[in-house]
T-cell receptor, first 110, second 113 residues
Framework: SQQGEEDPQALSIQEGENATMNCSYK?????LQWYRQNSGRGLVHLIL?????REKHSGRLRVTLDTSKKSSSLLITASRAADTASYFC??????????FGKGTMLLVSP | DSGVTQTPKHLITATGQRVTLRCSPR?????VYWYQQSLDQGLQFLIQ???????AKGNILERFSAQQFPDLHSELNLSSLELGDSALYFC????????????FGPGTRLTVL
């Protein structure tokens, strides 16, 4: 069963706009990670945030984590057509295994 | 390029058959993970090996088995294949135990006819 649930399932924006994706989870976690997948290809790690962190930045990416609400958000600023992909959150609770959500499909139109 | 390689890229086979998927982790990575991705189930964790030993099990069917060899490459064996086993199978690796990022291979697309 999926631990993380991304919202929305699909998002369509114009280049230059910001994209925000949310992830909710059910049980306590040690860390939460975001991955990106271009159609039918392998996942690429974007960012990891630990349970004692509230916000993290990497380039145009900003991730927040609210453990009291069991939720996280991924913000991509100034989106580009090349950002078109599916984005997954993954939660880690024990050892190093991850549980992935079903993802948000992002379409950025030129 | 993540440094993780998987072969073959595509595999087409018939129901009841057995196939082997191969994964080579990034140089130096001791942990290997196998995932199955399908439209209806999403990305499901199957099994993890660390330095040759099974470390964690997820939603892996009894018809499926895996192993990690002394050179750290891993193989996922799928037997008595069913139509529902058609999916993308990913291998990922990471450096050690703990909460690190995982590096994914390009995947093997399995089609069972």
């Amino acid at each position: 069963s999926q631990q993380g649930e991304e919202d929305p399932q699909a998002l369509s924006i114009q280049e230059g706009e910001n994209a925000t994706m949310n992830c909710s989870y059910k049980t306590s976690i040690n860390n939460l990670q975001w991955y990106r997948q271009n159609s039918g290809r392998g996942l690429v790690h974007l960012i990891l945030i630990r349970s004692n962190e509230r916000e993290k930045h990497s380039g145009r990416l900003r991730v927040t984590l609210d453990t009291s609400k069991k939720s996280s958000s991924l913000l991509i600023t100034a989106s580009r057509a090349a950002d078109t992909a599916s984005y997954f959150c993954a939660t880690g609770a024990g050892y190093s295994t991850l549980t992935f959500g079903k993802g948000t499909m992002l379409l950025v139109s030129p | 390029d993540s440094g993780v390689t998987q072969t073959p890229k595509h595999l087409i086979t018939a129901t009841g058959q057995r196939v082997t998927l191969r994964c080579s982790p990034r140089s130096g990575d001791l942990s290997v993970y196998w995932y199955q991705q399908s439209l209806d189930q999403g990305l499901q964790f199957l099994i993890q090996y660390y330095n040759g030993e099974e470390r964690a099990k997820g939603n892996i069917l009894e018809r499926f088995s895996a192993q990690q060899f002394p050179d750290l490459h891993s193989e996922l064996n799928l037997s008595s294949l069913e139509l529902g086993d058609s999916a993308l199978y990913f291998c990922a690796s990471s450096g050690n135990l703990g909460y690190n990022e995982q590096f994914f291979g390009p995947g093997t697309r399995l089609t069972v006819l």
